[in-house]
Every structure is written in C-alpha cells, then in structure tokens.
C-alpha cells in the first residue's frame, strides 16, 4: 500500500506531505486546494505511466506543457516534482521520486526567456528510486539527469541493471503496477445515470483492466459497463451485486430491457419478494455513487488508488455514516489479495464526524491569502497543540509502546470546530 506522498511546486501546493491511511481524508473550504492535491497525484501517475516497457520512445517523452501547472510563485530553476512511499505484506519498502525542470537553452551564447523554453520544449526528467528489504541494504537506482533528458525511462533500467535482483525487480514491477493503477473520480448525478448505451464499450473486450478508465471521471460509462458485465461475465456481476447489497440490502438486482434499450434496476422496497423495477433517473443519487465504487471494487485487479472528490455530494446527510462504513469494508483484500485506498475530499463536518477515531487519517486544506499557497495539516497534530494548550476539550492519550499520540475529543466537538472556523 501507499503510504507518504509529498507534492512540490504543483499548481497551489509549493509543498505539501500527508501520510497516507486506507482512507485519508482532505477537508476544508472550497478552492483551498483539495482537488489541486488529487489533480498533483494523478498528473504524475499518468506521467510516470509513460514510462511502461510496452511503450516506445516516443510515447515516454515529457514536455514543457507537462509543467504548466508549476507552482505560479517557484522560479524558474525550481522543479516541479513528486515523491511516493509505498510497501507490500512482507514490508519490503519503495521509494520513489521524479523531478521535472525547464532546461535553459542558449541561441547564439543568449539564455532564452522562460516562454521561449515553453516553445522549445526542452525539459529535464530525473527519476530516483530506492528499494529496501529485509534482505539487503537499501539499493538505489537514478534515470536521467539535469540536463535534456526527456524520456521517463527508470523502468527500463530497471530491469537492465545488474544491481538489483530478480525479487528486487518485481518487488519495482509490483509498485509501478499499483501506482499505475491511480485513478481520480467527481462522480456527478447526471452522468452516472446516463442511459444511453454506448457500444463502444465493446472495445473492452475482456480486458476489464480496462474498466476504471472506461468508467470516466465523472461516472459517464457507468450504465454501460454494468449491462457490459452483465452480459459478459457473470463472476464480475455477481460480486458486483453482494457488494452493493451490502449497502442496501433492499437492492436485488439490474436487468436490461430490450424494448426500451435501458437498464431496469430492481428494489424489494416491501420486503416481501415483490421486485419492483426503476429507470436509473429514478434511482438515488447515493445509490448511484455507491454503484460506481462497487463497480470499480467487484474488479479482481480493482484499482490501487482511488482519488474520490466531495463525497459527500449528492448523498442524504443520515445515510453518510452508511456510505463511509461500507468505504472502510471495501478497504480490505478481495479474494486474490488486492487492496483499494481511497483519498476523498470533502467540505462537510458529516463526513468529518465520520473520522472521529481516526483523526490522524485526516488533513486540513487551507488557502493562505498572502501567497496563494495551500497549508495542508494533519488534524490529530493539529488538535494535540489546541489540546495541550487548553483552547479545546480533550483527552491526549499516548501509546506506551510506540509512543504516538492521540487526540480524543467529543464527537459533537468536531462540528462546532469546523463551524467556527478553528479547524476549517
């Protein structure tokens, strides 16, 4: 699983570190930089999927457009970069970083102007990666350099270096394949419920790798891969169906209506083996967004990371602590032992509730005036100082072994410090 990520010169994050849980959660005002933090992760996982063996040179290159979203106030010479932390079951630990940087390019013995260097496209890529294990002293392997080296070509020399071991590669393999396995949702009513089918997703063709993307960002494909699984494999479906029982246990299954070219949703609303039948647009927005994330877990090889914005949208405030129940279940291994994490967003003291006993999973987003720069804290660090000092009620209780503490506080107490502005 993953389990730090820092984010450097990213759009409004000059640097920002969260330790990651099963689920983390981002709270706080909107446009304070949330969806800056979830955009920054899944920039560089579709960056560093260029880097795929499958792929040709040309498809591994990065270009100066891949650092128009650099930090507006970092200088010219500072590089826009991303660092991940990630370990498996047998704590075999990776690291992994990439820096990008524009290279200065002379004409005629003149350094170009910065928007010239945009036009040329001269860029510098540097990865770094750093394996370490029970086995041996951690190992550490660099592709690229500050000069013009465009290409994303790490795993490469991964697998053609004599420096690492056949476990150490696949141990690299295991982590490339999770981290490009990344994939960032704003799951939105009306496209989830879209019912038009679309055959392209024909396209699929067994390949249900292929299904978190095909799903779309904001849930457009959704309707169509679940009739797509219903038709072709009936494994997936049936998963598909318990795990989203689990959320209403009303729910009994999804049919496909010939005559009028449409999924019908069924429901015991009675309770008395009576089904009743419903159009999508007539089914809860709540529903519909657990459908996509049972979709997307009903998967054997679902994906690693699911970056989740404002999870709270479209549900009823008393079916929240339902929907985060059922998250945290979802968090466990599958039946081939694949995990999900999730990174949510939200700006509801509901949700925020939800974390009352893992307050250390939670981060605070605030966009500070002077600089346009995102302050990202961790709650339960946060609350240790307010705790400690008297300025809020509550206990710190501090574990004899590891020494890490905890803040305790009422329930209720998280809501009055969002409204009032002192963890919001």
């Known amino acids: 699983m993953f389990t730090q990520i820092t984010l450097k010169n990213y759009k409004t994050h000059k640097l920002t570190n969260i330790d990651l849980r099963p689920v983390t959660l981002l709270i706080g005002n909107n446009n304070s930089g949330k969806s800056n933090l979830l955009e920054g992760i899944q920039h560089f996982s579709n960056l560093v999927k260029r880097g795929h063996l499958d792929n040709k040179d040309d498809d591994k290159k990065i270009f100066a457009k891949d650092l128009f979203n650099r930090h507006r106030l970092a200088s010219t010479e500072d590089s826009m970069g991303f660092k991940i932390l990630w370990n498996n079951a047998n704590n075999d630990n990776i690291t992994y970083e990439i820096d990008l940087r524009t290279v200065p390019t002379k004409i005629d013995n003149v350094v170009t102007h910065r928007e010239e260097w945009r036009h040329l496209g001269h860029v510098s890529c540097i990865e770094k990666i750093k394996i370490s294990t029970s086995d041996h002293a951690e190992k550490k392997i660099v592709s690229g350099n500050e000069k013009k080296t465009d290409l994303v070509k790490l795993r490469q020399k991964i697998e053609d270096t004599t420096l690492l071991n ?150 009823n405030p008393g079916n929240i602590q339902e929907l985060m129940r059922w998250i945290w279940q979802m968090t466990s291994p599958n039946s081939r032992g694949f995990t999900t994490q999730f990174i949510i967003t939200s700006h509801s003291p509901s949700v925020l509730r939800e974390f009352h006993d893992h307050l250390d999973h939670v981060y605070t987003v605030r966009l500070q005036k002077r600089d346009r720069t995102s302050d990202v804290r961790n709650l339960n660090t946060s609350l240790d100082t307010l705790v400690g000092i008297g300025t809020v009620e509550g206990e710190i209780i501090e574990d004899p072994i590891t020494g890490k503490r905890t803040v305790d506080i009422p329930k209720y107490q998280l809501a009055e410090l969002w409204y009032s502005g002192t963890i919001g």
């Open 166 to 315: 056949l476990l150490d590669k696949q141990l690299c393999r295991d982590f490339f394949q999770d981290f490009d396995h990344t994939f960032s949702y704003h799951f939105q009513p009306t496209f989830l419920k879209h019912d038009e089918y679309d055959p392209t997703y024909q396209m699929i063709e067994g390949d249900f790798a292929k299904i978190p993307d095909k799903l779309g960002r904001n849930g457009l494909g959704l309707q169509a891969i679940i009739r797509y699984i219903k038709e072709n494999d009936e494994h997936t479906f049936a998963k598909f169906t318990a795990l989203l029982r689990r959320f209403e246990i009303n729910f009994q299954s999804v049919r496909y209506e010939d005559l009028i070219d449409k999924l019908l949703w069924g429901f015991d609303l009675a309770q008395k083996g009576e089904v009743q039948e419903f159009l999508p647009d007539s089914v809860s927005d709540g529903f519909m967004k657990a459908a996509a994330i049972s979709l997307l877990a009903s998967l054997d090889k679902p994906p690693a990371l699911i970056l989740l914005e404002e999870i709270e949208n479209g549900i």
